[in-house]
């Protein structure tokens, strides 16, 4: 079964960090581009972050630039969201979603994860 | 502000089709392929459509999707209760070099 569960999620305070990560299972992982997306309360979907299959090329949101690190490991089937500098904007659902085709084409996506910055 | 922009809200009965408009520009909808999403709350976001108009498997038919300059629309026909929810427009920005959503749009199935 294609699988993507993310972990790391969690309560931080304003200017801390986070790692989040994404366990993939059923499919040729560093086959497929991956990326971050995200929700905050209330609000709608916001796309954070991509990275093609080998990890070689790297995009990101403005509202994230800076502050995030997008990686994978392929070894381990696993992809990763370094945030750095949370602030209060950066709460949300945290999904990881595996690209079908193209760059923003997500087939398959995890449960989410939740990030709350406290300030 | 969404780069791509949707009606906050559709509605319409059972049985009935609705269409759902997303609004771009030539850096977005004008130079890339669409997709749309169905996203129910407190589940993860579903693929209804990709590269403007073709559907991944065990998407049914009433779900269509088209594209024309900058503008893409997703239809439903035969509307159910159960596809209430909330639709997402999506796409890559190559002046912006990220993917962006549309500010999403709820739909009411009366």
Known sequence: EVQLLESGGGLVQSGGSLRLSCAASGFTFTSYAMSWVRQAPGKGLE?????????????????VKGRFTISRDNSKNTLYLQMNSLRAEDTAVYYCAKTLVGIVSFDIWGQGTMVTVSS | QSVLTQPPSVSAAPGQQVTISCSGSTSNIGNDYVSWYQHLPGTAPKLLIYDNNKRPSGIPDRFSGSKSGTSATLGITGLQTGDEADYYCGTWDSSLSAGVFGGGTKLTVL
């Open chain 1, 47 to 63: 796309w954070v972050s991509g990275i093609s299959g080998s990890g070689g090329s790297t995009y990101y949101a403005d509202s």
